[in-house]
């Protein structure tokens, strides 16, 4: 029997997991403080989605009083979430899981928070994710999802690129980009699937959430280069 290649979208996927699992160390400190459209999120069960080092789900809980569960698929960054934990005070745990298909039970969390996680997430991925959301949240649970903002000047060439290869029958998603890391050891590939606000809100409502707001935002005060989207569980 002739065994086939992964898909193109999921060699991305695990490419891009194992540059995270190479950067962890640095990436703590460049992700120190925490989003802040997670103010947004209230719950006292919270599950931090692709969580590296943990800092928005850990905001979340502490400001509820509540308790976090870190999931992440790389293991050095979980290793980061149990010290942010430990350092902030915060009751919870670090999983290491694979947000597709998630290690939760279901009907048990109060808010989900999934910061620069989507835009990893091939459709297929994402779809699988988005469902996994519905299953563990409780009726009226809130989800909070970012993902980078494709229509950037820096994304420019490469869109113009990718619909070209699109068209041309070479690309499968037109919105496909990759985004080097640089350390001392070398670069490092993440590969990103940015989707429209159009397209999140329809496999969003497909996934049975209804959302409530979306808008732009970003991590620093003067950048508003990130879609964020509210949803809940009705």
């Known amino acids: 029997m002739k065994c086939r290649a992964p898909e193109k979208w999921y060699r991305d996927y695990v490419e891009t997991v194992h540059s995270y699992n190479a950067i962890a160390e640095g990436y703590r400190f460049w992700r120190a403080r925490p989003w ?37 698929i790389s293991k050095p960054m979980v290793y980061s979430a149990r010290g942010l934990l430990e350092k902030w005070g915060v009751l919870g745990d670090a999983v290491v899981g694979d947000a597709t298909s998630m290690p939760i039970r279901s009907g048990s969390i109060d808010a989900v928070v999934a910061i620069a996680l989507v835009h990893h997430l091939p459709r297929e991925l994402l779809w699988k994710f988005l469902i996994e959301v519905h299953r563990v949240l409780r009726v009226r649970g809130v989800m909070l999802v970012t993902t980078w903002l494709w229509k950037q000047k820096r994304f420019l060439l490469q869109t113009i690129t990718n619909y070209v290869k699109t068209l041309g029958g070479l690309l499968g998603y037109p919105r496909r980009y990759v985004v080097y890391w640089r350390t001392r050891r070398g670069r490092f590939k993440r590969v990103y699937y940015l989707y429209t606000e159009k397209e999140l809100v329809n496999l969003i409502t497909k996934a049975c959430l209804k959302v409530v707001s979306q808008g732009l935002v970003g991590y620093l005060k003067r950048r508003s280069d990130n879609i964020y989207t509210v949803a809940i569980k009705s």
Not at 41 to 59: H, I, W
């Open 36 to 72: 802040p459209i997670t103010r947004v999120v209230k719950g006292r069960v919270v599950l931090d989605a692709g969580s590296g080092p943990c800092t928005n789900g850990a905001e979340v809980a502490l400001r509820n009083s509540g308790y976090v569960v870190c999931l992440d």
